[in-house]
């Protein structure tokens, strides 16, 4: 009999955790799945970014800041990809390195079919971050200071 409850136990507390995890890829976009023709893919380029939200919508789990408090800081878990429609998106981005989170807002005129990865590079104690269309290798979008990346 208590073979069967440590399951059950098991089986809960997995199930709790698979819910508090979220996928590598989000769609942002209410509906069935689209084409990839249909739809923009925004990727981030290492593990210290993060897709915060889009258009205010979170990215991250609902367990998250519970289960993993401690990894709860810059990039740790949020979207490390998302799947848009065409049009112009507000993401907020996130980056961390060490215990300093930064969490710039972006806006991206999304196009369909394209593939557009999220950059950063360090300049001193400041943080330039930009979006980079794959195909085109061209810089698109523009952050919260009005100025292009």
Same mark, same amino acid.
């Given at each position: ?5 440590? =399951?059950?136990?098991?089986? !809960?507390? +997995? $199930? #709790? ?9 989000? @769609? #942002?976009?209410?509906?069935?799945? @689209? ?5 923009? #893919?925004?990727?981030?380029?290492? +593990? ?8 205010? &919508?979170?990215?991250?789990?609902? =367990?998250?800041?519970?289960?993993? +408090? ?6 740790? *878990?949020? $979207?490390?990809?998302?799947?848009? +429609?065409?049009?112009?998106?507000? !993401?907020?981005?996130? %980056? @961390? ?5 930064? *969490?710039?807002? %972006?806006? !991206?005129? $999304? ?7 999220? &950059?950063?590079?360090?300049?001193? %104690?400041?943080?330039?971050?930009? =979006? ?5 290798? $061209? ?5 919260? *200071?009005? *100025?292009?990346?």
């Amino acid at each position: 009999m208590f073979k069967p409850s440590l =399951f059950v136990i098991f089986a !809960l507390v +997995t $199930a #709790m955790c698979s819910a508090g995890c979220k996928t590598s890829h989000i @769609r #942002m976009y209410d509906g069935v799945a @689209r084409q990839k023709t249909e739809v923009a #893919m925004i990727k981030t380029e290492n +593990t210290r970014i993060g897709i915060q939200s889009v258009d205010g &919508k979170e990215t991250i789990g609902p =367990f998250e800041g519970f289960l993993y +408090t401690d990894q709860w800081i810059g990039g740790a *878990n949020f $979207a490390r990809s998302v799947e848009v +429609t065409p049009g112009q998106h507000e !993401l907020q981005i996130s %980056y @961390r390195y060490d215990r300093s989170v930064s *969490n710039p807002k %972006y806006w !991206l005129p $999304a196009m369909s079919g394209h593939s557009y990865t999220i &950059k950063y590079k360090v300049l001193g %104690y400041r943080i330039s971050i930009w =979006f980079e269309d794959d195909e085109t290798g $061209a810089h698109v979008g523009y952050g919260e *200071n009005g *100025n292009e990346p």
